[in-house]
C-alpha cells in the first residue's frame, strides 16, 4: 500500500548568487510550487538582497539604496526559503554534491543553480590598480565613485558601449566634466551602425561629454592617484576612471569543477540550462547557451522560468532570446533591434536621417519588402514600441514602410500596436505578450509588463487605451477633433511660436473652430505662460464655465462666491466681513473641505458688487474655479501646538501665496503639517510638506477624490529655501508636460521612470531644465493679480455681468430659492419659465 | 442675414436685443424676448443665431454661457452644466437626437440683432 509518507526527504535546491537572475528564479520557484519538494538555499556575496541592476544608475536619485531593491522584505514570503547574504560560494565538489561557502559552511544539495551573474571586464592597461579607478556594476562600486567624486572635477569612462554611456551618465549627474574613450570608430559599437553613432556623438557632445571614439587607451598615469589616461592621440588629464569595457561571466566555480565553458566564457549549458553535470544548471550572465552568453536580463529571466520548469519535469527551453535594446541614454533616446546591420541575405536598408536634429532611424526590411527584420533609432525612438513586436510578429509592412519613420507619420496605416498579432511579445523583459496584456485588462488584473526596463511602457499604454476606447470609453490622445496634437505637445508650440491668440493656433495646427475640450486646454497653456487676465479680449471665449465668471456654477445656474484664505488663517474682522457681504446678499454660507469659505447663490449679475465689497475688505480670489492653485492647507504647527516642530501655518500660506493664480492641467492642492501627525493631511495633496526636526519633507502626487492616491515622498530634510525651489521646478514640470485634466498623481505614473524620473529632473537636474523651471516660476509669481480685482475695475469685464443684454435690471426668473436649516437653496423648475409680458423690456 | 428695412417687422415679431457689435465672437449672451431667457451666439463669421436659453438636461437657465464651437461644420454650443453639446442652428441636442431646444429666427438689420418666431421643428 502507498501512502504519502511524511519521512520522504525533502529535497535540497542550492542557488549560488542573489541577483535579478537568482531572484526571478527563487520567484518563479515559489510561485510554482517547486518548493513542495525543495528547501532552497541562495546564497549571495553582496551585503544586500538583489536589487535592479538595471536601474542601478538612479542610485544617485534615489533615497536609499532599498529603493532600487527587488526584495524590500529582506527574505521571502516562504519558510522552506533561505537567504544568506554577504557569503561567496567558493568550492563546487560535484562528486560529493557539496558547495563551500566563505563563512565555512559546507551544504549538500540535490540540484544547484549557479546564477553568479557577471564582473566588468578591466582591460590589462597600466596603471589600472590606481587610486581613483573603478568600475559599475554594484551599489558598492557606485557609491565609491560618488565618494570619489566629490573632490574630482574630471572623470573618464573607458567604453562607449551601453554601459559605458550609462557610466558618463552618472559622472554627469555627479558635475564632472565627462569623457568617453571608445576604441572603436564610434559609439555603441554593438548596437549601432556608423551614422547612428554620429548622430548619438552630437547628442551626447551637447550635453558636455567629450567623446574620443577609435581612440584606444594605452596607460593611466599618476603617483598613487589617477591623474591623467594615455591615448594614442594623446593625454586626457583626469581625477576618476570607469572602467566600462564589457563584461565577462563568473563562470569559476564552474572551470574549477571541471563543468563545461563556452570558448569565449560562460557556463555551457543544453536548452534547459542543464550543464554537463545535470544536477547542475546554470541561468543569467554567467550562463552560455549554445555557447553565447546574454547581457542582458530579459534572456536571463526566461533561463530562471526554464530550470524551474525542468525541475517540475515541464518541457520548457531556452532556444536564444530578443537582443533589442531601447534606453535614453543621457536623454537621448537609443534603440536597436532584430537585425540592425542588415545582415540577413537581400536586406534592403531606409534611413532617414536628420543631422541638424541629431535623429537617425532606420529600418531594414526583406528583399520584397514585405517584412520589418530590424532597425535602429537615436533621437527619437517612438517609433520603437510599434516596431519591435513587428520584427517578431512577422507582420506584414504597409505599402510604404518608410511612413513608419519619417516624422510627419502620425499614426499612419494599419502600423499600430492594435495591428499586432495577440501573440506578439511586448515587454520582452518579461516575456508579456499584447494577448496577456489586453487578457489582465479585461480581467482588471496585472502583468509585469513594464515592471524592469520600462521600455514597453508606452506601448503597453497605447494597448489599454485602445482596450478602453473599444470598451466604448473615451481615451483622447490628440486633444479632440481640432487638435491632432496632446497637451504637452501644444504647450511646447505655444513656447516655441509665442502664440497667444487660439485663432492662430487653431489655423497653424488645428482645424474647425474649436470646442468646450480644446478651447479651456489652451487658455489654460496660454494662462500658465503668459499669466495675462482669464477674461481679457483673446481669452475670455475660450474660458471653461466657472473660469468665465470667474466663479462655480451651481445646478440652478447661481454662482458660489470662495474668497482666499490663505492656509486656513483669518482674522475676527474679516470673518466679518464675510458675514456681513453673506448676509447683505442673501448668500447660503459653508466651511469648506479646504479650509475656506464658500458663498453660495449669487447670481451672476451680483458677482461684481459682491467682489467690491470683498475686495475693500482686502479679500483676493481663491480660484476656487480654476484649474489652478486652490489651498494649502495647515495645521497650527510648532506656534500652538505641543507637537510642532517648525511653523506650518507660515509655510502654508507662503506657498499658497507664491503659487496662488498659477493655471495648471488640473486643479493643485497642498499641504503643510507641523509634524508627523499629519494633521493637514498633507499627503493627501498634490504637493504635501510634513515637518521634520531638521526640516521639511517634500511629499508629491496625493488626491483624494474618486481615486485617491497617497503623496509619496520626493526628497527629505529640506530647508525652506531647498523646498521652495524644488516645488517650483515640480509644478512648473508638471504644469509644461501632462496631459489636461490629469493630476499630478496620474500625471506622474504616466511619466516612463514615474517618480523616479520626476526626482532626476527635479532635485539632479538630469535634463538641466531647473534654471528654465526655476525662472517661469519667477515669472509667474512677479506677474501675479488678483483677477477679480482686475475685474471690477475694469468696465469691458463687467459688462458681461449682465442677465440680459436688453434688460439689464430684470433678473433671470428662472432662479428662485426655498429655504432649509435657515438659509437658501437652490429649487429647480421643470420648464422654462415665462415672464408677463408687462415686464418692460429695454431696446438697444 | 436677410436684409430687410426695420419698419418691416412688428416690434410683436420681431424684437430688437442688442447691436451685433456688442456681441463677443463665440461667446453667448442673454436676452430677454417675449417673457423668455433667450440665448444669443455669434459665430466666427459673424452669424447670429438664438436658442431658448434652459438647458433641459441641467433644467437651468444657462445655455448662453457655454463655450461655442464646431463638430465637423455644426456650429455648437456645450452647456455650461454638463457639456450638452447644442446645433446653434436648429436646437438640436448633438449627444442625444430626442432632445432638442428652441431655435428663433434670427436677422441682422443695420448692425441690430432681431429675434423673431421660433423655428419649425422641421429646421
Ligand atoms: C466646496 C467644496 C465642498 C465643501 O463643501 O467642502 C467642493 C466643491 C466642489 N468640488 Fe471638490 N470641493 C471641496 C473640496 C474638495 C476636496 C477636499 C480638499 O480640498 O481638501 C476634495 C478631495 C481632495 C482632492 O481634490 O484631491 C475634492 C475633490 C473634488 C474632485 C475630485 C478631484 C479628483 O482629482 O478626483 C472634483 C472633480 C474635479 O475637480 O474634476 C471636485 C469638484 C468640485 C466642484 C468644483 C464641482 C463643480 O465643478 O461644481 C464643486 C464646486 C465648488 C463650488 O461650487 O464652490 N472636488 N473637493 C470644497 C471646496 C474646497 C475649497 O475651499 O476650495
Ligand atoms: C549599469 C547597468 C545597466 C544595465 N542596464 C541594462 C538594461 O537596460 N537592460 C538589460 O536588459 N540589462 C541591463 N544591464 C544588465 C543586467 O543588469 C544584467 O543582465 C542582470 O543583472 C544579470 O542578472 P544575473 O542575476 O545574471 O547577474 P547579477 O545581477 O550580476 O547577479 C549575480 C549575483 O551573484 C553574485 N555572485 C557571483 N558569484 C558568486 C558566488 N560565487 N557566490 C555567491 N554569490 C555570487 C554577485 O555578487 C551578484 O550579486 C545593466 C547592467 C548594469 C551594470
Ligand atoms: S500635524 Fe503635528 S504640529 Fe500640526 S497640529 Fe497635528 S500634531 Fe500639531
Ligand atoms: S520591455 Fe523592459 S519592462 Fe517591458
Not at chain 1, 452 to 473: N, Y
Not at chain 1, 619 to 629: D, I, R, T, V
Not at chain 1, 692 to 699: H, I, P, V
Not at chain 1, 768 to 794: C, I, N, P, Q
Amino acid at each position: 500500500m502507498t501512502h504519502l509518507s511524511s519521512n520522504r526527504r525533502r529535497k535540497t535546491l542550492v542557488v549560488a548568487g542573489h541577483g535579478m537572475v537568482g531572484h526571478r528564479f527563487v520567484q518563479a520557484a515559489i510561485e510554482r510550487g517547486l518548493t513542495e519538494t525543495y528547501d532552497l538555499v541562495i546564497v549571495g556575496e553582496e551585503p544586500r538582497p538583489a536589487y535592479d541592476r538595471v536601474s542601478l544608475t538612479s542610485f544617485f536619485s534615489v533615497e536609499s539604496a532599498d529603493e532600487l531593491s527587488l526584495l524590500r522584505e529582506g527574505r521571502y514570503d516562504d519558510p522552506r526559503v533561505r537567504l544568506v547574504l554577504g557569503t561567496t560560494v567558493t568550492g563546487l565538489d560535484r562528486d560529493t554534491r557539496t558547495v563551500a561557502l566563505s563563512d565555512g559552511e559546507v551544504l549538500a544539495y540535490d540540484a544547484l543553480v549557479l546564477a553568479t551573474g557577471a564582473a566588468p571586464f578591466v582591460p590589462p592597461v597600466e596603471g589600472r590598480d590606481l587610486d581613483g579607478c573603478f568600475v559599475y556594476r554594484t551599489i558598492e562600486d557606485l557609491e565609491a565613485i560618488r565618494d570619489a567624486s566629490i573632490t574630482a572635477t574630471r572623470g573618464v569612462v573607458i567604453g562607449g558601449g551601453l554601459l559605458g554611456l550609462e557610466a558618463a551618465n552618472a559622472l554627469v549627474q555627479l558635475g564632472l566634466e565627462t569623457h568617453v574613450v571608445e576604441m572603436a570608430p564610434r559609439l555603441m559599437p554593438v548596437q549601432l551602425d556608423d551614422g547612428a553613432g554620429s548622430a548619438l556623438v552630437r547628442h551626447i557632445e551637447k550635453l558636455g561629454v567629450t567623446v574620443h571614439a577609435g581612440a584606444a587607451t594605452r596607460a593611466i598615469t599618476g603617483d598613487g592617484r589617477v591623474e591623467a589616461l594615455q591615448t594614442a592621440d594623446g593625454e586626457i588629464g583626469t581625477d576618476l576612471v570607469v572602467f566600462s569595457a564589457g563584461i565577462r561571466p563568473r563562470d569559476q566555480l564552474a572551470r574549477e569543477s571541471g563543468l563545461e565553458v563556452a570558448e569565449r566564457g560562460g557556463v555551457l549549458v543544453d536548452e534547459q540550462c542543464r550543464t554537463s553535470d545535470d544536477r547542475v544548471f546554470a541561468i543569467g550572465e554567467c550562463a552560455a547557451p549554445g555557447g553565447r552568453m546574454y547581457g542582458l536580463v530579459a534572456p536571463g529571466y526566461a533561463m530562471a522560468e526554464v530550470v524551474v520548469d525542468a525541475l517540475l519535469d515541464g518541457p520548457g527551453t531556452f532556444t536564444g532570446a530578443d537582443m533589442s535594446t531601447k534606453l535614453k541614454l543621457l536623454g537621448v533616446d537609443v534603440a536597436s533591434f532584430g537585425d540592425a546591420f542588415a545582415s540577413t541575405d537581400g536586406a534592403l536598408e531606409l534611413v532617414f536621417a536628420d543631422a541638424v536634429g541629431g535623429v537617425y532611424k532606420k529600418l531594414v526590411v526583406t528583399e520584397d519588402g514585405s517584412r520589418l527584420l530590424g532597425g535602429i533609432l537615436v533621437g527619437d525612438a517612438s517609433a520603437y514600441g510599434v516596431l519591435r513586436p513587428m520584427v517578431a510578429s512577422g507582420i506584414a509592412l504597409p505599402a510604404n514602410p518608410e511612413e513608419l519613420i519619417l516624422p510627419a507619420a502620425r499614426g499612419g496605416a494599419a502600423t499600430g500596436p492594435t495591428a499586432m498579432p495577440d501573440e506578439a511579445q511586448v515587454c520582452s523583459c518579461n516575456d508579456v505578450t499584447k494577448g496577456q496584456i489586453l487578457a489582465a485588462a479585461e480581467a482588471e488584473g496585472t502583468t509585469r509588463a513594464g515592471s524592469t526596463c520600462g521600455s514597453c511602457k508606452p506601448m503597453v499604454k497605447t494597448l489599454i487605451e485602445d482596450w478602453f476606447a473599444r470598451q466604448g470609453k473615451v481615451v483622447d490622445k490628440g486633444l479632440c477633433e481640432h487638435f491632432a496634437l496632446t497637451r504637452q505637445e501644444l504647450f511646447d508650440l505655444v513656447a516655441v511660436h509665442g502664440y497667444r491668440r487660439f485663432d492662430d493656433l487653431v489655423e497653424a495646427h488645428g482645424r474647425g473652430r474649436g470646442c468646450d475640450v480644446c478651447k479651456p486646454a489652451i487658455a489654460s497653456i496660454l494662462a500658465s505662460q503668459f499669466n495675462g487676465h482669464v477674461l481679457a479680449e483673446e481669452t475670455a471665449p475660450l474660458q471653461d464655465t466657472n473660469d468665465a465668471y470667474l466663479a462655480n456654477i451651481q445646478r440652478n445656474g447661481t454662482y458660489s462666491v470662495v474668497p482666499r484664505i490663505p492656509g486656513g488663517e483669518i482674522t475676527p474682522e474679516k470673518l466679518i466681513v464675510i458675514g456681513e457681504v453673506a448676509r447683505d446678499f442673501g448668500l447660503y454660507t459653508k466651511i469648506t473641505g479646504g479650509q475656506r469659505i464658500d458663498l453660495f447663490g449669487a447670481r451672476m449679475e451680483e458677482l461684481p458688487a459682491i467682489w467690491r465689497r470683498l475686495v475693500d475688505a482686502g479679500f483676493e480670489s481663491g480660484h476656487a474655479y480654476g484649474k489652478s492653485l486652490r489651498t494649502v492647507k495647515s495645521c497650527v504647527g510648532s506656534t500652538w501646538c505641543r507637537y510642532g516642530v517648525q511653523d506650518s501655518t507660515s509655510l502654508a500660506i507662503q506657498l499658497e501665496l507664491r503659487y496662488r493664480g498659477l493655471r495648471s492641467p488640473h486643479k493643485l492642492k497642498g499641504g503643510v503639517s507641523g509634524c508627523a501627525r499629519e494633521c493637514a493631511e498633507a499627503r493627501a495633496k498634490d504637493f504635501g510638506v510634513i515637518a521634520t526636526e531638521k526640516g521639511w519633507n517634500l511629499y508629491v502626487g496625493g488626491n483624494g477624490g474618486a481615486n485617491p492616491a497617497h503623496a509619496r515622498l520626493l526628497a527629505g530634510d529640506l530647508d525652506t529655501d531647498t523646498l521652495v525651489r524644488y516645488l517650483d521646478r515640480f509644478l512648473m514640470y508638471y504644469v509644461r508636460t501632462a496631459d489636461r485634466l490629469q493630476r499630478t498623481a496620474a500625471w506622474i505614473d504616466s511619466l516612463d521612470g514615474g517618480l523616479d524620473r520626476v526626482r532626476a529632473v527635479v532635485v539632479d537636474d538630469s535634463l538641466g531644465l531647473s534654471a528654465e523651471l526655476e525662472e517661469a516660476m519667477t515669472r509667474h509669481v512677479g506677474s501675479y493679480f488678483d483677477e477679480w480685482k482686475a475685474t471690477v475695475e475694469d468696465p469691458d469685464k463687467l459688462a458681461r455681468f449682465v442677465s440680459f443684454v436688453n434688460a439689464p435690471d430684470t433678473p433671470d426668473p428662472n432662479i428662485s430659492f426655498g429655504t432649509e436649516r435657515g438659509q437658501i437653496r437652490p429649487e429647480v423648475a421643470g420648464e422654462p419659465v415665462v415672464l408677463a409680458a408687462t415686464i418692460p423690456v429695454g431696446a438697444p | 442675414m436677410t436684409q430687410a428695412p426695420p419698419h418691416d417687422c412688428g416690434t410683436d415679431d420681431w424684437q430688437p436685443v442688442c447691436r451685433v457689435a456688442e456681441l463677443e465672437v463665440e461667446r453667448g449672451a442673454t436676452a430677454l424676448v417675449h417673457g423668455q431667457a433667450i440665448a444669443i451666439f455669434r459665430t466666427h463669421d459673424d452669424e447670429v443665431y438664438a436658442l431658448g436659453n434652459h438647458d433641459p438636461f441641467a433644467k437651468a437657465s444657462v445655455l448662453a454661457r457655454g463655450i461655442v464651437g464646431t463638430r465637423g461644420d455644426v456650429p455648437f454650443v456645450a452647456s455650461p452644466m454638463h457639456k450638452h453639446a447644442f446645433d446653434l442652428r436648429s436646437g438640436r441636442c448633438l449627444d442625444d437626437a430626442h432632445v432638442s431646444v428652441p431655435a428663433y429666427d434670427v436677422r441682422v438689420v443695420e448692425g441690430v440683432v432681431l429675434v423673431g418666431h421660433r423655428k419649425s421643428d422641421a429646421a
